[in-house]
Nanobody, 131 residues
């Protein structure tokens, strides 16, 4: 059974940084999309960033929501089956529960910013940015 688990959330002052991690169940997948989403209190869940990888390609694709582009960076460590979300220049409006989500298989044609594209979701990790 595939499982993804987030970690790394916490409390940080505005302007600070945090790095979230998303680790899968220990298996290695060659083609997948790993998305990051967040949900603030009283708001709908929204897309943050995604990392796409193909088995036949060395390079990866990354996508970002406009609200985080230039501040957040998604990356991976294949040796640890982990995808990271580095969050810099954090703002109070970044406060939310952050989720990672995984879609396995050929990512061709996948809309990475649509949560219905993902089959596996983590339990979420709280990020709080104080002003």
């Amino acid at each position: 059974q595939v499982q993804v688990v987030e970690s790394g959330g916490g409390l940080v002052q505005a302007g600070g940084s945090l790095r979230l991690s998303c680790t899968n169940s220990g298996r290695t997948f060659n083609s997948y999309v790993l998305g990051w989403y967040r949900q603030a209190p009283g708001k709908q869940r929204e897309f943050v960033a995604a990392l796409t990888t193909w088995s036949q390609r060395i390079t990866i694709d990354t996508n970002y929501a406009d609200s985080v582009r230039g501040r957040f960076t998604v990356s991976r460590d294949t040796t640890k089956n982990t995808v990271y979300l580095q969050m810099n220049s954090l703002k109070p409006e970044d406060t939310a529960v952050y989720y990672c989500a995984l879609r396995l298989g050929d990512p061709g044609g996948v809309v990475v910013s649509t949560d219905r594209s993902y089959a596996y979701w983590g339990q979420g990790t709280q990020v709080t940015v104080s002003s």
